[in-house]
């Protein structure tokens, strides 16, 4: 039975997290339809500190539209450190939106398409599949070494 929660919480998560979360990333960059373009413009730049752990995590920020939505998701995104530099108050930026999802993205240079973040992806949904596939394997085994234990009793 524990193989068959391991492959079902696998599969799960593989469906419901890894692939739809691909598949925005895919949009974002065009590969797939679905997403718009909007241009807009940067009406703030920032940096932000947050404690973690023993650490403390420095994210670069942008905002565009009304300077009262700069925490806002839906104005502002973390930029990659040497794209914030290039940037400045008042360029003109291209956004993407996907359908159903308030957040906008930079387009073609979001932190979330970048090539770092593809390719965790596509490790984490191998080791989904893989976990979830050879769990549903084993099950099938155990059930059939069980169904034989049984005919050969009988």
Known sequence: M????????????AALGTIPKLYKMYQI???ISGATRET????AKWEEWEPQGRSILHFHMIS??????????SHSTRVDPGLWRSFSVGQSIELV?????????LADQDIFVSGGNFEFDYVLLAVELVVGVGALVKFVAHLVARSRTTDAVS
């Not at 939106?97 to 993205?105: A, F, L, N, S, T």
């Open 2 to 13: 524990r193989y068959l929660i391991t492959a079902i919480a696998a599969l799960a998560i």
């Open 40 to 43: 807009s413009v940067i009406t």
């Open 29 to 31: 960059t065009g590969a």
């Open 97 to 105: 939106r996907i359908p159903g999802d308030e957040h906008r993205y």
């Open 64 to 73: 565009w539209g009304d300077a009262a939505h700069r925490k806002d998701n």
